[in-house]
């Protein structure tokens, strides 16, 4: 699985940041391997995965994995680059194979799973999640990854907006401590929200492009940056046109964003903005095949039926809720509620659950592959 992405200019990521000085960020142990924020798992592949973890001080840093069955294989990867910011690959991994892994040098134990993809081209069962529009009320996020923890996933996406302020590192503390449960075991795969912005603290800590995409067994996945300004429109449409073609034989295709292409939100610039999206990117969708798209942006759950593609706003991980109004021709389910989506593909079909924080199923969905 190959992250494939739109050329843009060099990022000057220029990070100076004094983690440590961070209070009541940092966990209270003083071992060499004092974590920030993580662990926490990228880029999951066939044949590899990326683990990383933020330490409280430039450190080097090493960490060991094994099939979950045969602890004797054990090997570990280390990485000389003295840094606070570590990314360890384990590369050579067997497909859909669960693994333990653990984060050398400390004296607490930072360990977690993982399942390796399938195949590329596998019709294996995917189990995955979607939510985004976290920000700030912590207590309701934690909630929300509550619930999510009941389930296990091969993956998740994130619509966007996991801070209010991408420049505030003490948000970003708390957004990787409050979903470090969920991000341990399962890989996290994010697109930009507009609160994320262009401060280059999103790019350091994920490492993922504006525009990229996946393959997880028969499944293609983009990422769009939908805060793309108008000067960028014309490449980024080329992208996306060319990425699906050359996916064009993939059972299932499925796009995540931060902005709606479709709402009922009661607000009317959010309408007008919505239907900007919805008409210079559906056709592009349609023709392609792309049954589903997520987005977030709205702080509520919609499901919207438009030209045969099924349009899921999923921003209910936290951030104040918005109203909605379903008076709209494309709408199929709206409600105002904290949330996440449970997707789960098999074969030709794909069934999409949703629960509120305790546990209560508000909207359930099939879609077949065409």
């Known amino acids: 699985m ?14 100076g940041f004094p983690l440590a000085l961070l209070s009541g960020i940092a966990y209270s142990q003083t071992s060499i391997q004092a974590l920030w924020a993580g662990p926490y798992l990228q880029n999951v592949q066939p044949n590899q995965v990326t683990l990383c973890w933020i330490t409280n001080k430039k450190v080097s840093g090493s960490a060991s994995f094994w099939p ?48 390796t993809a399938p195949p590329t081209g596998s019709s294996a069962p995917v189990q995955f999640a979607v939510y985004g529009d976290n920000r700030t009320q912590y207590n309701i996020h934690a909630e929300v990854i509550k619930a999510m923890t009941k389930y296990s996933y091969d993956f998740i996406l994130h619509t966007g907006d996991e801070v209010a302020d991408g420049s505030n590192l003490k948000e970003w503390g708390r957004f990787f401590s409050t979903a470090e449960p969920l991000l341990r075991n399962t890989p996290y795969f994010p697109e930009l929200g507009n609160h994320e912005g262009e401060n280059p603290a999103y790019f350091r800590f994920f490492n993922v492009p504006r525009n990229y995409s996946f393959d997880y067994g028969d499944i293609h996945i983009i990422a ?15 992208w996306l046109r060319r990425d699906l073609a050359e996916h064009k034989n993939a059972k299932w295709k499925i796009l995540f964003c931060h902005h709606p292409f479709v709402t009922c939100t009661a607000i009317r610039g959010r309408r007008e903005e919505a239907a900007r999206l919805l008409a210079r990117l559906g056709p592009i969708l349609k023709t392609a095949g792309v049954q589903l798209v997520f987005s977030g942006h709205d702080h509520n759950y919609q499901r919207h039926v438009v030209n045969g593609i099924t349009y899921i706003v999923t921003g209910g991980g936290g951030a104040p809720l918005y109203p909605v109004r379903m008076d709209t021709p494309y709408v199929k389910k709206a409600i105002s509620v904290y949330h996440f989506c449970k997707v789960d593909i098999k074969g030709d079909t794909l069934d999409m659950s949703v629960f509120t924080p305790d546990g209560k199923m508000i909207d359930k969905t099939e879609i077949k592959s065409r």
């Open 68 to 115: 979950a069955d045969k602890s004797s294989e054990k090997k570990q990867v280390a990485d000389e680059t003295v840094t606070e910011f570590h990314r360890i690959h384990f590369r050579g991994l067997i497909p859909s194979t669960f693994y333990r892994y653990r984060i050398d040098g400390s004296n607490r134990h930072y360990d977690g799973e993982f399942r």
């Open 2 to 15: 190959k992250i494939k992405y739109l050329p843009l200019a060099m990022i000057a990521i220029m990070f």
């Open 224 to 238: 769009l940056d939908t805060n793309a300004p108008a000067s960028e429109y014309s490449r980024q449409e080329s």
